[in-house]
């Protein structure tokens, strides 16, 4: 059974930064790519960011490109999400989710297998 738990969000000021955590658990993390969504009130979860298996490839969305990174740490069952530059719009509860291919290839929730229960992110203007 896989274990996915984000942590590290809350509320900042335009302009800030938070950086966002995903622990993995329950089978061997390293082998799959990892992704981040979110999903703001009355609007649909919608794909940020993607990392391959070693870390090696990333994709990101275009309207958070130049501001987030995406980086893992497979000793110890990690992946992060660095957020500069926050923005109102980028208000929204974050997951962390599993992709079940070792590869930077999926961008839609159904291309997920786990998921996290989410952290909030809140960015005041």
């Known amino acids: 059974q896989v274990q996915l738990v984000e942590s590290g969000g809350g509320l900042v000021q335009a302009g800030g930064s938070l950086r966002l955590s995903c622990a993995g658990s329950?089978?061997?993390?390293?082998?799959?790519?990892m992704g981040w969504f979110r999903q703001a009130p009355g609007k649909e979860r919608e794909f940020v960011a993607v990392?391959?298996?070693?870390?090696?490839?990333?994709n990101y969305a275009d309207s958070v490109k130049g501001r987030f990174a995406i980086s893992r740490d497979n000793a110890r069952n990690k992946v992060y999400m660095q957020m500069n530059s926050l923005e109102p719009e980028d208000t929204a509860v974050y997951y962390c989710?599993?992709?079940?291919?070792?590869?930077?290839?999926?961008?839609?929730?159904?291309?997920?297998?786990?998921w996290g229960q989410g952290t909030q992110v809140t960015v005041s203007s």
């Open positions: 989710a599993e992709n079940p291919t070792p590869y930077v290839s999926g961008t839609t929730p159904k291309d997920y297998a786990y």
């Open positions: 329950g089978r061997t993390f390293s082998t799959y790519a």
């Open positions: 990392i391959s298996w070693n870390g090696g490839r990333t």
